[in-house]
Nanobody, 127 residues
Framework: QVQLVESGGGLVQAGGSLRLSCAASGRTFSSSAMGWFRQAPGKEREFVAAISWSGVITRYADSVKGRFTISRDNAKNTVYLQMNSLKPEDTAVYYC????????????????????WGQGTQVTVSS
């Protein structure tokens, strides 16, 4: 079992930066692939970024490529999402998610492939 708690959201002007953190508890974090998703009002939850448990492989949605960076610190049971050059269309509730133990190079982009979810943190980007 893995419990996830996101933090770091807030209100920022367009062009600004935020760093989201996701603190995980549970014995399997270091062997879980992790991901960030977001959901804007009236829209479906969408993939943002993912990272393998080894940290070696990452994957990004086209809409955030070059602006967002996902990373993890297995010693601290934490995954991060550094968001730069934020745009109003990045406004959403951001969720972190974890899989059950996976292979070293697995990255997962599909909502249905994740087993554990945090409660989300709001990110609002003003124009």
């Amino acid at each position: 079992q893995v419990q996830l708690v996101e933090s770091g959201g807030g209100l920022v002007q367009a062009g600004g930066s935020l760093r989201l953190s996701c603190a995980a508890s549970g014995r399997t974090f270091s062997s879980s692939a992790m991901g960030w998703f977001r959901q804007a009002p009236g829209k479906e939850r969408e993939f943002v970024a993912a990272i393998s448990w080894s940290g070696v492989i990452t994957r990004y949605a086209d809409s955030v490529k070059g602006r967002f960076t996902i990373s993890r610190d297995n010693a601290k049971n934490t995954v991060y999402l550094q968001m730069n050059s934020l745009k109003p269309e990045d406004t959403a509730v951001y969720y972190c998610a974890a899989t059950k133990p996976s292979s070293r190079f697995t990255v997962v982009a599909a909502v249905g492939e994740y087993d554990y979810w945090g409660q989300g943190t709001q990110v609002t980007v003003s124009s």
